[in-house]
């Protein structure tokens, strides 16, 4: 299990981070999120504030 203490903390920037872990490394949001110890509900926030939402059949945030 990784952790990740230092997320990018512009959106633009967290968004890419984490459609680019999606596509290289994880099957789905939820693997990705239990690796980095991340609170779901947050990161959705923080995508829906630059209209982002994830696509589970995409395994993207679209």
């Known amino acids: 299990m990784m952790h990740y203490d ?8 967290l968004l890419s981070f984490i459609n680019t872990q ?9 693997a990705f999120l239990a690796d980095f110890q991340l609170d ?11 209209d ?5 059949a995409l395994n ?3």
């Open 22 to 30: 999606l596509r290289d490394h994880y099957k789905d949001f939820d």
């Open 40 to 50: 779901k509900t947050n990161i959705l926030e923080q995508m829906e504030r630059i």
């Open 60 to 62: 993207q945030f679209i």
């Open 52 to 56: 982002y939402v994830y696509d589970e």
């Open 6 to 13: 230092k997320l990018p903390k512009d959106p633009v920037m």
